[in-house]
């Protein structure tokens, strides 16, 4: 479980009762769009469904049952999670966001080089500054992978900045692909695919070359270590040996 100071609010409003539960705010942005597979048990803050959670009421069992056809809570929290909206308070705002500002600052600074200095690395300091010069603003709301791509766009009339590249073969056994790859396809992209007569399915993946590990982990993970990799240059190269 993590602490109350970590957690958030998801708040739902059905049939005239309200419902409160206590979630990790990361956890509750994968859970909304049906990415989380971790222990829910690890990224909340209470085993409990409350009425109101700043005052520690729960909910009339009735409305439990009527609103979730159960009263367990640990199939009730994703339910509310889900449907409901997620509350978070400015001074939880202010910190997801810097938080999600120095990670960005820092996926940014192992990524990117200069292309105009024989492909220097640019230091996490100069990459801050030029994002204050280009106004731009992190979204605490959503995952640092999905907001690197504006981050450069804003970034390049600043400062000569690109990304080093890598590609990547990987397959997928039959028994864990269906679940897996559509996990992994939303790594990089995606440039071929391809599902073989084994019913393994194997893709090739482009995407920032110092994010290497985290695809691994990825790949491992959803895999249970049982994939193939393969660093490719020719992309039209699906066979991964």
Do not use: C
């Amino acid at each position: 479980m993590i602490s109350l100071d970590e957690a958030v609010t998801a708040r739902l409003e059905s049939h005239g009762a309200r419902f409160e539960v206590l979630i990790d705010p990361d956890a509750a942005l994968a859970i909304k769009r049906g990415e989380f597979d971790g222990d829910l048990e690890d990224v909340i803050a209470a085993e409990d469904v409350f009425e109101d959670a700043s005052r520690g009421d729960r909910p009339a069992e009735s409305d439990l049952k009527e609103v979730f056809e159960t009263t367990d809570p640990m199939t009730i929290i994703p339910e509310v999670v889900k449907r409901g909206e997620i509350q978070i308070t400015a001074d939880q705002r202010r910190e997801m966001q810097e938080q999600k500002r120095r990670q960005l600052i820092d996926r940014i600074a192992r990524n990117a080089v200069n292309p105009q200095m024989d492909d220097a690395p640019h230091p996490p300091d100069r990459i801050e500054r030029a994002l204050e010069e280009a106004g731009f603003r992190v979204d605490p709301m959503e995952p640092v992978e999905t907001q690197v791509d504006d981050a450069l766009e804003a970034l390049r009339p600043v400062i000569p900045i690109r990304f080093s590249e890598v590609t990547i073969a990987v397959q997928v056994p039959a028994d864990r692909a269906g679940s897996a790859q559509s996990r992994i396809r939303q790594f990089g992209d995606l440039e071929r695919e391809e599902w073989q007569n084994d019913g393994s399915w194997v893709g090739v993946l482009t995407f920032p070359a110092g994010m290497q590990n985290d695809f691994y982990d990825l790949v491992n993970d959803v895999t249970s270590g049982e994939a193939e990799t393969r660093i490719i240059k020719d992309k039209d190269d699906l066979n991964v040996r």
